[in-house]
């Protein structure tokens, strides 16, 4: 079912939400970020076909054929997504999330003042938003043979494969450098 409206854009962020419900796998579910990466990209595909309006049947048929075969984990990731937002939610009221124990939420009985699980936080400023202090949390340092995607970095034909990838992908090749280097010979030559 494609979502037919007159502005591109909705269309768009409709087509999103839904395949983003459905296909709504995280990173911890995969054994490898290449395979999670696959993944995404599958995704991605889907939803560029669905809205230029390319082979909707079949992808149609395959989101379907993927709901009935994954209706549990889907309901399972809808569940961890909403317990996210809660305590996301929760953490930005300046609330901290209790144990399971009672699932109740907790709050400072001080205005202006909160101290929970995020830390310490200064008196609110003018727009009522307490500021928070100290030091944010810092990035963990990745292991010594992965590069900052979690590939190998040792692998030289990986890496020179990726290099020749990202210069294509922003529209550079070896024949723009020399045509406009002898463009630009020539142009200074006859002045």
């Known amino acids: 079912m494609v979502a037919a409206s007159s502005n591109p854009h909705n269309k768009e962020i409709q087509i999103r939400r839904r395949i983003n419900n459905i296909f709504n796998k995280r990173e911890e579910d995969f054994p490898s970020l ?11 595909d889907m939803i560029f076909k669905l809205i230029e309006g390319i082979d909707v049947q079949a992808i149609e048929e395959h989101i ?9 984990q889907i309901m399972i990731n809808q569940a961890r997504k909403a317990e996210d937002l809660a305590a996301a939610m929760a953490a930005s009221k300046g609330l901290a999330v209790q144990g399971d124990t009672d699932g109740a939420l907790s709050q400072s009985s001080q205005a202006g003042f909160g101290a929970g699980a995020q830390g310490q936080y200064a008196p609110t400023v003018a727009g009522g938003q307490p500021r928070p202090t100290g030091m944010a949390p810092q990035p963990v340092p990745l292991a010594s043979g ?26 550079w090749s070896i024949e723009l450098s020399k045509r406009r280097a ?3 010979a020539f142009a200074s030559i006859w002045v």
Do not use: P
């Open 34 to 44: 290449r395979e999670y990466n696959d993944y995404l990209e599958e995704v991605e």
């Open 64 to 72: 379907s054929k993927y709901q009935k075969e994954n209706a549990e």
């Open 146 to 171: 992965l590069d900052m995607h979690g590939y190998t970095m040792d692998d030289e034909e990986m890496m020179k494969l990726r290099a020749d990838r990202g210069g294509r992908a922003g529209g």
């Open 182 to 184: 002898l463009e630009e």
